[in-house]
């Protein structure tokens, strides 16, 4: 996910398994992007359960 939010021109932190993004109240951009990618990291985590 980090990858993909830094592709996406989003700043995020990562600590151990953390992941840590600015989420401002007038700015939909960021938190649609972090939205589609989780959304995206999902999918492909159910992809690959037997």
């Not at 960021?30 to 999902?42: E, G």
Request: proline fraction near 6%; include cysteine.
């Amino acid at each position: 996910m980090m990858r993909a939010l830094v592709v996406s021109n989003v700043l995020a932190r990562r600590e151990d398994t953390a992941l840590f993004v600015p989420v401002h109240p007038n700015s939909e951009a960021v938190s649609n992007t972090v939205v589609q990618i989780h959304c995206l990291a999902l999918q492909s985590i159910t992809e690959r359960a037997p």
